[in-house]
């Protein structure tokens, strides 16, 4: 019988980077609508903003600072009841999505909130002359004339999702994290640890190239 090898894993890993790529394709846009809804709130609701609200802004920007100060992987275990309740198991890359949209949505939003308080103020103030709607200067205004910047914003968003599947896999999610400890560490295959960052490597390149080819793209054409 022939001994095992590293090379007995592979379809493991294949796998495991199934798993990750999935939840990098659910978490991914779910943060990003979530963070453009709070971020843009908060931007507009801001004192001295187009709709200042002082009370819900300090306690929506306190919910953000809270969200942002906990770190991941104790934000994983907090949310164990809840990922239960969801989706009636705290195992595997389907339960690893709700604690990578709550832990990082608050850091996006923050992004976001910082990008559209770069925006020129007199093409808002233009646009408000015009009598536009909100959702108009939303829509119109504010989202288009700071795409490039939140197209940055979105890159980095998704690189620190990359990230957080390695660490959800760490307990339990799945994903290159999970075969790398498991297969990688605790059997002592050194190949199977380097392919799995390589595979990291190039999942956070590609998003970072195509993210910076969109960015000039975008730059062109203005």
Not at 43 to 53: K, V
């Amino acid at each position: 019988m022939n001994p095992m090898t590293w090379q007995t894993y592979l379809p493991d890993f294949w796998a495991a980077l199934a798993q990750t790529l999935y939840m990098i394709a659910i978490a991914g846009p779910c943060i990003i609508v979530a963070g453009l809804t709070v971020g843009t709130t908060l931007y507009l609701i801001a004192p001295q903003s187009i709709s200042p609200r002082p009370a819900l802004y300090y306690l929506l920007t306190t919910a953000v600072n809270v969200g942002r100060s906990i770190p991941f992987l104790i934000l994983i275990v907090l949310l164990i009841p809840v990922t239960r309740a969801t989706v009636g198991t705290t195992l595997g890359p389907v339960a690893a999505i709700i604690p990578l949209v709550l832990g990082f949505t608050p850091f996006f939003s923050r992004l976001v909130e910082s990008v559209l308080r770069e925006i020129d103020q007199g093409r808002i103030e233009a646009a408000r002359s015009m009598g536009v709607t909100r959702f108009q200067l939303i829509f119109r205004v504010l989202l288009p004339e700071s795409f490039s910047g939140l197209l940055n914003a979105m890159t980095i968003i998704l690189v620190g999702t990359v990230e957080g599947t390695a660490v959800a896999g760490a307990v339990g999610a799945g994903g290159v994290g999970d075969f790398a400890i498991e297969f990688g560490y605790q059997r002592f295959y050194g190949e199977l640890m380097f392919i799995s960052v390589f595979s990291m490597v190039i999942i956070v390149q590609f998003i970072q190239i195509t993210g910076d080819v969109w960015i000039r793209a975008r730059s062109h054409k203005r």
